[in-house]
């Protein structure tokens, strides 16, 4: 089956600095991919080239085997923070990106009314940004994002904002989410535990330049209860991947 | 009723230390027995306002259209060309040394240069009036545009938005409060920039006002012809506010308790 996603061999450097060296991977459709490393790694860039900021100096990009043309609009992307226009209201925000493609502004709404009670968010249509939690903003973010019906969602590390508790109750609200959705998405994140509990499958990528050193797969049941065998699996694959992400990043600091 | 009552007691200091000005400069005319044509008492500026309220009101009248026209001038002046500065670089380095200079040029000499050339109508009231708040608006502006959060226009470039759509979607909301910043600045001087193209020569105005009454030896008559402008100001700076509050309520549910 050719991969929803596939990037091959991409390299790029800032000046004389080289930032990706050689990134292959690829997501198939219905799959949950996260890409861990260590922060400053260029996860981040990784993403821009998906989403048209900025272009790689080599390799390919292919979205169901097509070349990424200069076109945008394959990906539904979820930054870090949670980019909410403060003088727009949750139902405004979440109509933007149905804006952005023309949609008229009533049909979009309409559309993006019937979700709202499954984000949690019903109730809360005509409240700015502002008065909501973290964790309702990031619902709020992700329903923005899940609204704009593209192929595939990218998420930048959504939670990393998020209070610790918070954070956990949104992964495991994420979690259900996508079982019931299937949706395909790549995530980025270098919070190990997130990415076993979320993903199919994780790239560990090195420090800069960063390479991928090591996909696993998660082969874990879902859902993803923390019941005490859940719990115990999970932490025998949390345990390997954060063996190879500590290796790497020691290998990083020695070779600077 | 207890929002008066809040409001009252936010006012209260302003009211009590200029209430404490006023009767230490009334007791200070009094005490000193200073002329009245040197110092006239805050008492006996009032009464002269008072008995020459229809004089006063007729040279207000001009002040404020001034003031407004040339406000007015001055922000769709400084609105368009912040549009076109936000969108090039080019423009924005070889105009913002211009603006820049235009802000070192001193009033005083300004003033009746541009009364000179456009005589004592109302045209060269505008364009001091315009001068002296064309340029804290443009910066404001400017400034407000720079200021809108990375993410955002990542995101709207992610979803396939536009250098234009970016700038009507993020750029133009997010310098919302910088604008308003501007504008109550800005709104000060334009009185001030009124009052002094009216000084440097006019047909009525509060700054020919002001100028004659100098002459005649009246100052109680400039003073309340000062007051009349002050007051001017003060309404217009509340005015600002007012439209700030009604364009951005969500800039209060930032400040205040989230529920």
């Known amino acids: ?256 | 009723m207890p929002k008066t009552l809040s409001l009252l007691a936010r006012a209260g200091p302003a009211a009590i230390a200029i209430a404490t000005l006023l009767l230490a400069w009334q007791f200070y005319a009094y005490l000193s027995g200073i002329s009245p044509t040197i110092l006239p008492s805050p008492v006996r500026v009032a009464e002269q306002a008072w008995a020459n309220r229809r004089a006063l009101w007729d040279n207000t009248l001009p002040t404020i259209r001034a003031t407004l026209l040339g406000f007015g001038c001055s922000l769709a002046t400084a609105f368009v060309l912040s549009i076109l500065l936000d969108f090039s670089q080019a423009l924005r380095r070889a105009l913002f040394p211009v603006f820049i200079v235009s802000q070192t040029l001193p009033l005083v000499a300004i003033a009746p240069l541009v009364v000179l050339w456009f005589g004592f109508g109302l045209m060269p009231k505008i364009m001091l009036v315009a001068l002296v708040t064309f340029f804290p608006m443009l910066v404001a502006l400017v400034q407000g545009y720079e200021s809108t959060e990375k993410e955002i226009l990542t995101l709207l470039r992610s979803m396939g938005a536009g250098r234009w759509l970016r700038f009507r979607l993020a750029r133009l909301p997010s310098a919302a409060p910088f604008f308003f910043a501007g504008l109550r600045i800005s709104i000060t001087y334009a009185v001030v920039g009124a009052i002094f193209a009216e000084y440097a020569g006019a047909a009525r105005g509060l700054g020919i006002y002001i100028l004659n009454a100098k002459n005649n030896f009246r100052p109680d008559l400039v003073l309340a012809a000062v007051g009349v402008s002050a007051t001017l100001t003060l309404l217009l700076f509340a005015a600002t506010v007012l439209v700030q509050r009604l364009a951005m309520p969500w800039v209060r549910l930032e400040r205040g308790p989230t529920p």
Not at chain 1, 11 to 36: C, M, N, Q, W, Y
Not at chain 1, 46 to 71: H, K, V, Y
Not at chain 1, 196 to 202: C, G
């Open chain 1, 1 to 256: 089956m050719t991969p929803k996603l596939e990037l091959e061999d991409i390299r790029k450097a800032f000046g004389t600095t080289p930032v990706l060296d050689g990134i292959s991977l690829d997501v198939h459709a219905g799959e949950f991919v996260s890409i861990l490393g260590p922060s400053g790694a260029g996860k981040s860039t990784l993403f821009q080239m998906l989403i048209g900021g900025i272009r790689a100096d080599s390799g390919s990009i292919r979205c169901e085997g097509q070349l990424l043309g200069p076109e945008v609009g394959r990906f539904a992307f979820m930054p870090q923070r949670d980019a909410l226009m403060p003088w727009r209201r949750i139902l405004d925000n979440v109509t933007l990106g149905l804006e952005v493609q023309g949609m008229g502004r009533k049909a979009a709404r309409e559309k993006v009314l019937a979700l709202f009670p499954e984000f949690g968010l019903a109730g809360f249509e005509n409240h700015y940004p502002a008065q909501l939690s973290g964790g309702m903003r990031q619902r709020a973010a992700l329903l923005r994002t899940v609204a704009q019906e593209r192929d595939m969602l990218l998420l930048d590390e959504p939670f990393g904002a998020l209070d610790a508790l918070t954070r956990s109750g949104m992964q495991r609200w994420l979690e259900a989410m996508w079982r019931r959705h299937r949706w395909t998405a790549l995530l980025i994140t270098h919070d190990v535990r997130e990415a076993v509990f979320l993903s199919d499958r994780i790239y560990v990528l090195s420090a800069r330049p960063a390479r991928v050193v090591c996909e696993f797969s998660v082969p874990l049941p879902r859902p993803r209860h923390a019941g005490a065998t859940g719990l115990r699996d999970a932490s025998a694959v949390e345990a390997a991947v954060l063996e190879t992400l500590l290796k790497t990043e020691t290998i990083g600091e020695s070779n600077p």
